[in-house]
């Protein structure tokens, strides 16, 4: 997921430095959205990994 939102931040950037703002701005909220999803993720991820929820055994 992170692949992907670091994929839409490049695509942004050439898009701005080309003159697309509409796709720049757009590709933009996606990277964003991606990144804050991939953290959220984790954190929980973490979280549940310390209190030990989920581990076999």
Do not use: D, E, P
Request: glycine share 14%.
């Amino acid at each position: 997921m992170l692949k992907w939102a670091i994929i839409f931040a490049v695509i942004s950037l050439i898009a701005g430095v080309l003159g697309f703002s509409g796709v720049s701005a757009g590709t933009a909220s996606i990277a964003k959205l991606l990144f804050y999803l991939f953290v959220l993720i984790t954190v929980v991820l973490i979280v549940l990994g310390f209190l030990g929820i989920g581990m076999i055994g």
